[in-house]
Nanobody, 126 residues
Framework: QVQLVESGGGLVQAGGSLRLSCAAS????????MGWFRQTPGKEREFVAV????????YYADSVKGRFTISRINAKNTVYLQMNSLKPEDTAVYYC???????????????????WGQGTQVTVSS
């Protein structure tokens, strides 16, 4: 299995930027496709972005397309989420997730991913 730890969250003003990191340990990181999700109180966990094991394919939710960028460095066992032009509605707990199946990962549903981190809070003030 793989263990995931997110970092980089915080408080930022609208229009600002943050970069989230998700460090993986355990089994071979490059075996996994990685996703980012977010969740606000009372709502279901929402898909944000996904990246293939080799970084060749990425996919984004419409709400973040053009503002967020997912990337990974397999040699560092880390996946990133660069968030620019942040809006108050981006406020959420952000989670990284991992799965070995690209087909499952591309379904963009939280229950398709096997491994999860503990989350990091992102707050965007207006």
């Amino acid at each position: 299995q793989v263990q995931l730890v997110e970092s980089g969250g915080g408080l930022v003003q609208a229009g600002g930027s943050l970069r989230l990191s998700c460090a993986a340990s355990g089994r071979t990181f490059s075996s996994y496709h990685m996703g980012w999700f977010r969740q606000t109180p009372g709502k279901e966990r929402e898909f944000v972005a996904v990246i293939k094991w080799n970084g060749d394919n990425t996919y984004y939710a419409d709400s973040v397309k053009g503002r967020f960028t997912i990337s990974r460095i397999n040699a560092k066992n880390t996946v990133y989420l660069q968030m620019n032009s942040l809006k108050p509605e981006d406020t959420a707990v952000y989670y990284c997730a991992a799965d070995v199946s690209w087909a499952r990962a591309m379904r963009t549903a939280a229950n398709e991913y096997e491994y999860w981190g503990q989350g990091t809070q992102v707050t965007v003030s207006s």
